[in-house]
């Protein structure tokens, strides 16, 4: 029997509209004839979205390190930041600078302040970060990531923990594993498992999976390409948690537009606060 002509009865499920007897139930609701989020799925979406923003923006922040890894010996370059190498003993401590209000290729027509250190261990190969009130338009950003580092030509492939909080956004925990293109600028985060915690301490624990994300091309820090993986709690009927998925695309950084699956439901085209 067809599907829409079944005899229908609704649980609400974490602010979900579910049809039994449907092999694709809707995920919200229905307008105008299309698939709808509900307003609590839009929050989580937008939340993760922007944490995972905001993380990719701290991250790209010790770029301008990569041309201190190098040096000879102690050696300054730059302006934003304005960045001092020392060595001692096959390690090089590389403070980056960012004065106020400076502006730097990453950050589009944004500015970036505060400070980063980077300590690289020539032996170990293992590239410290501390972010000392570091600033993009995100926030604040403090803490700590423990990376090893491979690099190969203008690719440099980063692997490690990361401990960081920003301000107004959130705290950031787990494993990542990702590479930036020193030339082009174009971070490719491979694979990660994080746990995000929003100013309110709630978590959720995202996955990550080839998340391509182009600053000095698309002028932000959406991704382009890749999905983000993550659940949340459902206080209704069925299972104890739903799976949602937001799958990134060329036009996401343009117009904001992802594609969203929640329990194994059909895709729902939904567009981010930009």
């Known amino acids: 029997m067809n599907c829409v002509r079944r005899t229908m009865s609704f649980f609400v499920m974490a602010g979900i509209v579910w049809t039994t007897g449907c092999s694709n139930p809707p995920i919200g609701g229905m307008v105008n004839g299309d698939l709808t989020l509900t307003a609590d799925q839009e929050a989580a979406v937008d939340s993760v979205v922007m944490q ?52 730097n290729e990453y950050y589009a027509d944004t500015s970036a302040g505060g400070g980063i250190v980077v300590v690289f261990d020539t032996a170990t190969r293992s590239f410290d970060v501390t972010f000392n009130d570091f600033m993009t338009s995100s926030g604040t950003v403090t803490g700590t990531m423990a990376l090893s580092l491979q690099r190969d030509g203008l690719s440099v492939a980063l692997a490690g923990t990361v401990d960081i909080d920003i301000s107004g956004v959130g705290a950031t925990t787990g494993t990542i594993t990702l590479q930036i293109d020193a030339e082009t600028g174009v971070m490719t985060i491979s694979e990660a498992t994080l746990t995000l915690t929003s100013p309110d301490d709630a978590e959720l624990a995202v996955a990550i999976e080839n998340l391509v994300i ?26 104890d948690t739903l799976t949602i998925v937001v799958t990134f695309d060329a036009e996401s950084p343009n117009d904001g537009t992802v594609s969203v699956q929640v329990g194994g439901g059909d895709p729902v085209d939904y567009q981010l606060p930009r």
Do not use: K, R
Request: charged fraction near 15%; glycine fraction near 14%; hydrophobic fraction near 40%.
């Open 214 to 239: 182009s600053p000095i091309v698309n002028g932000n820090f959406t991704p382009e390409v890749g999905t983000l993986t993550f659940e949340v709690p459902n206080d209704g009927p069925g299972p």
């Open 52 to 103: 995972i923003e905001a993380v990719a923006a701290a991250i790209v922040g010790i770029a301008d390190s990569f041309d201190g890894i190098d040096a000879d010996g102690d050696t300054a370059f730059g302006e934003c930041p304005m960045v001092d190498v020392g060595f001692v003993d096959g390690v090089a401590t590389m403070t980056l600078d960012f004065p106020a209000g400076c502006t």
